[in-house]
């Protein structure tokens, strides 16, 4: 497969938040007001203005040890992306997904709304990964864009620039696969239940030592989750069409394929 995509070997994380804050210089995303609510992280979530975030999760063993679970978080850049299907039926060319990269980029169309009114979606409608954020003010979505501006011009992304680690990587998809599976190897000497999360189904591949519970809960999509997305999106295309959105789709569009949903794997 072509294309770009991350190695992110949480193995090596140590958390120092240099990715985070590249992520948002190289944005130009101003800082947001937190709080301290007994954790380093800080914020405490993904938003519109910050789109990267390092999750810190704590859990212990069956032996009482302590560990931290550092997990930087950003966009997945799904092969099959559900949040291009949902929010181009609500606002045209608001996801495109870069045809050399394979970057998925929400554009400054990524107002969703219907004729009348603005859309407002739980991030879980769009996303399986609970990804994209809209900034309350505008009500325009945001989320990584892999930084295809600096990857077409020859460099790295800002966040991996910026790890000091080796946690984050970033090349060619056939390269990136080789070298988590070759990191994999390693691992498994000493952790053997070590895995990779949703290889196959994502650009941003991550290397974990600990069971999916111990992270924060968006480590792998939710099961089912694309599926349901997806057939979200059939249904209100065919009310669009019916109440006179702005696409007008009909069933039969969506049963010949004409979307691009019918040929899809869910
Ligand atoms: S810069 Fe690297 S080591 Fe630091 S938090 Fe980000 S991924 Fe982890
Ligand atoms: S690729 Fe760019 S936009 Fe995406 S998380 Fe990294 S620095 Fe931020
Ligand atoms: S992770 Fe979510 S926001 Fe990113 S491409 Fe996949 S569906 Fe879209």
């Known amino acids: 497969m072509k294309g770009k995509s991350f190695f992110v070997d949480l193995t090596l994380c140590t958390a120092c938040r240099g990715c985070q804050v590249a992520c948002k210089q190289w944005k130009n995303l101003p800082a947001e007001k937190t709080r301290n ?4 992280q800080n914020p405490q979530d993904l938003s519109a203005k910050t789109i990267r975030l390092v999750r810190f999760n704590e859990s212990r063993s069956d032996d009482g040890k302590f560990s931290w679970n550092f997990f930087p978080e950003q966009c997945r850049h799904c092969i099959e992306p559900p ?9 045209p060319e608001a996801v495109v997904q870069d045809a050399e990269t394979g970057a998925v980029v929400m554009t400054d169309k990524a107002i969703l709304k219907t004729a009348r009114r603005r859309v407002n979606l739980e991030p879980w409608q769009l996303c399986p990964y609970n990804v994209p954020r809209m ?3 505008t009500g325009l979505w945001n989320k990584c864009d892999m930084c295809v501006d600096r990857v077409k011009a020859g460099m790295k992304p800002s966040c991996v620039l910026s790890c000091p680690s080796g946690t984050m990587n970033f090349g060619d998809r056939k390269e990136m696969l080789s070298l988590a599976e070759k990191r994999l190897a390693e691992v498994r000497k000493t952790r053997p239940d070590a895995y990779l999360a949703d ?5 941003v591949i991550y290397l974990c030592d600990a069971p999916a519970e111990n992270y924060h809960d968006t480590l792998l999509a939710k099961r089912g989750e694309k599926g349901r997305i997806l057939a979200a999106a059939q249904k209100q295309a065919v009310r669009i069409a019916s109440t006179g959105g702005q696409e007008k789709h009909s069933r039969r569009d969506f049963l010949t394929g004409k979307l691009g949903l019918g040929s899809r794997k869910a």
């Open 135 to 137: 900034d309350e003010e």
């Open 37 to 40: 609510v007994g954790s380093h």
């Open 199 to 203: 290889p196959e189904e994502v650009r």
């Open 83 to 91: 949040c291009r299907y949902i929010a181009n039926l609500y606002a």
